[in-house]
């Protein structure tokens, strides 16, 4: 199995700053892609960032110039530094790993971690 780990959301007023970390742990052979996900009240989940074993990183419209996804891979660790917060962030955020076990058969997996609360103010 695959923990992963999710810290540092919190609230903040519009225009502030957060940095959520994603550590995993556990039978990790192979790390493919890595993201993060939010879900608003009401509202679906939906992808905010991904990053690829490469370093290709992709972002929703929404955040795009504002969001930064990077990864540490020694410390198998996923990063999301969020500048110039809106209201319109306020969500769950979900960090997501897939990738293959290190453990025969080396079977697919796809972990999410609990989530963290991020509240923006206005």
């Known amino acids: 199995q695959v923990q992963l780990v999710e810290s540092g959301g919190g609230s903040v007023e519009a225009g502030g700053s957060l940095r959520l970390s994603c550590a995993a742990s556990?039978?990790?052979?192979?790390?493919?892609?890595m993201g993060w996900h939010r879900q608003a009240p009401g509202k679906q989940r939906e992808m905010v960032a991904s990053?690829?074993?490469?370093?290709?990183?992709n972002y929703a419209d929404s955040v795009k110039g504002r969001f930064t996804i990077s990864r540490d891979n020694a410390k198998i660790t996923l990063y999301l530094q969020m500048n110039s917060l809106k209201p319109d962030d306020t969500a769950v955020y979900y960090c997501?790993?897939?990738?293959?076990?290190?453990?025969?058969?080396?079977?697919?997996?796809?972990?999410w971690g609990q989530g963290t609360q991020v509240t923006v103010s206005s």
């Open positions: 556990g039978r990790i052979g192979i790390i493919n892609a």
């Open positions: 990053i690829t074993s490469g370093g290709r990183t």
């Open positions: 997501n790993v897939g990738g293959k076990s290190a453990v025969y058969p080396y079977s697919d997996f796809d972990s």
